[in-house]
């Protein structure tokens, strides 16, 4: 198994910026591709970038790119969501995720590719 813990949420006017982490623990050597989703009451879960496990190569959503970046440190098993420009429409709950190693499908961008998910973590952003 592997645990997930988010971190770094908060409030946060438009035009500023937040920077999420993502620490691994557990059977860390058995995860791959790491994804951040986010959540609104009342709405599917929606996702927002993924990061391959040798962090060469990132895929975002249309509405963060250009404004949101992910990268990770495997030695320190953590996943970093910098995410600056911020809007009121950012507002959610984040999730990182991450897939079992070896799925080799790119980019992942369903919930249901990814098997371990951390509790969230609430970015609000005020208008």
């Known amino acids: 198994q592997v645990q997930l813990v988010e971190s770094g949420g908060g409030l946060v006017q438009a035009g500023g910026s937040l920077r999420l982490s993502c620490a691994a623990s557990?059977?860390?050597?058995?995860?791959?591709?790491v994804g951040w989703f986010r959540q609104v009451p009342g709405k599917e879960r929606e996702f927002v970038v993924t990061?391959?496990?040798?962090?060469?190569?990132?895929y975002s959503a249309d509405s963060v790119k250009g404004r949101f970046t992910v990268s990770r440190d495997n030695a320190k098993n953590t996943v970093t969501l910098q995410m600056n420009s911020l809007k009121p429409e950012d507002t959610a709950v984040y999730y990182c995720?991450?897939?079992?190693?070896?799925?080799?499908?790119?980019?992942?961008?369903?919930?249901?590719?990814?098997?371990?998910w951390g509790q969230g973590t609430q970015v609000t952003v005020s208008s």
């Open positions: 557990g059977r860390t050597s058995t995860y791959g591709h």
């Open positions: 995720a991450a897939a079992p190693l070896g799925k080799s499908r790119w980019p992942l961008v369903m919930p249901k590719d990814y098997d371990y």
């Open positions: 990061i391959n496990w040798g962090g060469g190569r990132t």
